[in-house]
């Protein structure tokens, strides 16, 4: 454990709260004024019983006049509504102010999730980050909403009643002091335990969110292998586990309410039983007995707010301790150009003594190796070679060792994350398309593409002829990750995707693997434009789509074993041979 694990609750959840106090500092204006109506609500709040009390005393004393108890029905009406105005202000305000401090910090966790490198989602399950976007956030709102109002208010409340009771009758008010110090314990005990709780809760949930998730996306490979009882077991097993943590829970705070109630009757009973005693004997006033007894009752809801606040404030602390390990993730590539860094890019890449790590385990070794800007660079190897690594350290997916990947000359470190990445089209192995139409996901680089410009795109891609079947055409909505489309179509729209950017770079990272042969060679032709006029990194396992490229690499095991055009490397008979004889040979057994 930690020095932060061993100090006590109450400083503990503050400290994990602390990274708050910016945020609310953006609206101290709004607070301050919800705060000043809070005081006016407490402050008027209190006059009323001081009325109930004059008018009790006059008709004790005698028969009031009508004017009399007409002014007196007039200033607790008078009271009452200025009570009223106050509260709404104060509750408006406050709670406002939580929903905008909210809005904040949800949209600061989205741009710290949205700058982190591709490593950071391998350690994160996205359940996990959908539960602290949700649930914790709206824990940590509860603190900033409610647990801030109630707790001003009871601060506010707390003293004024205490003194208007002392001056009423100070023997009583001790005798109402005297649980203090045992609600003033148990809260402390029950706070601690309540933080401990919320934090394997949240983690629980987590955990189910997660599953959640990656059921629901890969609910047709569940199907295929007949899991769906399995998984129903496994999510029934962190179900359960989840509810019987909160029973926990709630177990103990049904300990705080009933401690409560029992202290707060023996203080009741304590002052009707001597306060009592006191009016028969002549030493208090019936209305001052009854005033005293009106703000003992008022002095019950700071009692009880102070348990309720409890519960929130170690719930929202938890939670913000979990958002905090986000809002604290220092992004792992950042953008580092200098002030000179150019704003075009021309598309020249170069790889010098490459070598790359991943976990401490090599991926890339001794890369060496020059694209010429407007050539062809085809990238061949078997599974696990490094091909796809290789491609993410041009566009900063990855991180590489200072001057070991230069375009145009410069580290790409020197360039503009923005700039840089602007000027690449990419199509990665894995094709994701988001829950939209299909024309918005083409349009994803370029949201200004006129409707011809994503026609073309389309075409070029080999995509045409399939949106015309469409009921809707590219208004057609794809489902979650494109679930409605092929394989084929979800490759060929996200290379419409990549064209349509006109990027000075493009790469495409095995993305006609889910077409037929037939099908790659139209596409192939409709590209041979639009790679003349850029440079292109191809990856494919496939010859043919490989074979008119400038210059073919060959990776094994992270290293470049070969390298030349389609026939030098023929020649050799190395890999690129192997490959090129074995899709031969396959090609004339599927003709057979």
Known sequence: MTAADTSPPTQRSWRQLRPLLPYLRRYRGRVLLGLMFLFLTNLTSITGPLVIREAINSIEHGVPSPEKLLLYAGLLLAIAL???????????ILICVSRDVEYDLRNDLFRQLAKQSARFYTRWRIGDLMTRLTSDVQNVRMVLGPGVMYTAGSMLLFPLILILMFYLN???????????????LSMRVLGKLIHDFTERIQ?????????VQENLAGVRLLRAFVQEEAEERAFDVLNRDYVEENRRLIRFQGLLWPALGLLLGVTFLLVFWLGGRDVLTGRLD???FYAFSHFLGMLIWPMIALGWVVNIFERGAASMGRLNLLLTAAPEIVDRAPADAPADIRGEIEFRNLNFFYNGVPVLTGITLQVPAG????VVGPTGSGKSTL???????????????????RPVSAHCLETLRGAIGYV????????????????LGAPGASEEAVREAADIAGLTDDVEGFPRGFETLVGERGITLSGGQKQ???????VLRNPRILILDDALSSVDTQTEERILRRLTAVMRARTTILISHRVSTVRHADQIVVLKEGRLVERGRHDELLARGGYYHELYQKQLLEEELERA
């Open 82 to 92: 200025a009570t009223g105005f106050f509260r709404f202000w104060q509750r408006w």
């Open 170 to 184: 100070w023997r009583l008010t001790l005798v109402v002091l005297l649980p203090v110090p045992l609600v003033s």
């Open 203 to 211: 983690a629980k949930f987590s955990a189910m969110t997660a599953r």
């Open 286 to 288: 019936v209305g001052s």
């Open 375 to 378: 050539s062809t660079l085809a």
């Open 391 to 409: 491609t993410s350290l041009v566009g900063r997916l990855y991180d590489a060792p200072d001057g070991a990947v230069l375009v145009d000359g």
């Open 428 to 443: 990665p192995q894995e094709t994701f398309l988001f829950s939209d139409t299909l024309r918005e996901n083409i349009a």
């Open 492 to 498: 060929r729209a996200a290379l419409a995707r990549a």
